[in-house]
């Protein structure tokens, strides 16, 4: 049977690095080709890298269906959770593919409350304990919280926050910088609060730009400092000057005051 390629399953999930790819090449010139591909159909879900190998160098493969599939969104969901298990997706893509996931099941939940609810004597079918259990059977709540999502990610609720403020803020030149391991999720959640065109700037520079980047929009966030009083600047001689003249002449002026005080109470004495 022919295997479809759909392009955008293909990219679906972020693609192996240059030396990733390479491995993978080695191990399955080889070993062979021991993973069969997953198939929906005709379409291809997974196993998109052990295809291009096998269908370089003309080695051997087996497929297998997974008939549970019954729109794209169930694909998706099984996709991401056969990455988020695997230990070579990297901390910022697991955040990435749960967020996600909670995405389409919130839809879900949507559109499934719109819809009309099934007769009380509805009996719900036994879902089989298998490898391909459907991903539609998952509970859509179970993603509600901050916490569900850090768990099924293995991260913790903090580096999920980061990494949804990146996903919200952070331009594609950033976010590739992360994803590439040129910056922390940490300093990019902080470089994502920054002007897009300062954002792109700091991502064409490089990785000690980005740093630099993320120290700069730390420390615009810390409160600023009371301003302290102005020292008493010293004064040039003219004024100096000046402030001695008007002291002589209050000096004079207190002498003359006290003079007349005298005088006047002479006159008071004399005329008693």
Same mark, same amino acid.
């Given at each position: 049977m022919d295997i479809v390629i759909?392009?955008?399953?293909?990219?679906?999930?972020?693609p192996l690095t240059a030396d990733e790819y390479q491995s993978l090449e080695q191990s399955i010139l080889a070993?062979?080709?021991?993973?069969?591909?997953?198939?929906w159909g005709e379409m291809l879900v997974d196993g998109h890298n052990r295809y291009g190998i096998c269908r370089k160098h003309g080695l051997p493969f087996q497929t297998v269906q997974n008939t549970r599939f019954r729109s794209?969104?169930?694909?998706?969901?099984?996709?991401?959770?056969?990455?988020?298990?695997?230990?070579s997706v990297s901390d910022f893509q697991r955040g990435i593919l749960a967020l996600?996931?909670?995405?389409?099941?919130?839809?879900?939940?949507r559109i499934e409350a719109e819809a009309q609810p099934a007769a009380e004597s509805e009996i719900p079918a036994a879902v089989d304990d298998h490898d391909d259990s459907p991903p539609w059977?998952?509970?859509?709540?179970?993603?509600?919280?901050?916490?569900a999502l850090a768990k099924a990610a293995r991260l913790s609720s903090n580096q999920v926050g980061l990494i949804e403020k990146i996903q919200k803020q952070a331009t594609p030149e950033v976010v590739a910088a992360v994803k590439s391991g040129a910056i922390s999720i940490n300093a990019a959640a902080a470089v994502a609060t920054?002007?897009?065109?300062?954002?792109r700037a700091a991502a064409m520079a490089g990785g000690s730009e980005l740093k630099e980047a993320a120290k700069r929009?730390?420390?615009?966030?810390?409160?600023? =400092?009371?301003?302290?009083?102005? /020292?008493?600047?010293?004064l040039d001689d003219a004024a100096d000057n000046e &402030?001695? #003249?008007?002291?002589? =002449?209050?000096?004079?002026?207190? /002498?003359?005051?006290?003079?007349?005080?005298?005088?006047?109470?002479? &006159?008071? #004495?004399?005329?008693?």
């Open positions: 759909n392009e955008s399953l293909k990219a679906y999930i972020d070993e062979g080709c021991r993973d069969a591909l997953v198939l794209i969104e169930d694909v998706h969901l099984w996709m991401i959770d056969q990455h988020l298990g695997r230990r996600r996931k909670r995405e389409i099941l919130a839809e879900r939940r059977s998952t509970d859509p709540s179970a993603f509600d919280s901050r916490e920054l002007p897009a065109e300062e954002q929009a730390r420390e615009s966030k810390r409160k600023p =400092r009371e301003p302290k009083e102005p /020292a008493p600047q010293p &402030l001695h #003249a008007l002291r002589q =002449r209050v000096a004079e002026l207190t /002498a003359e005051n006290q003079a007349l005080r005298d005088e006047i109470a002479q &006159l008071q #004495a004399a005329l008693a």
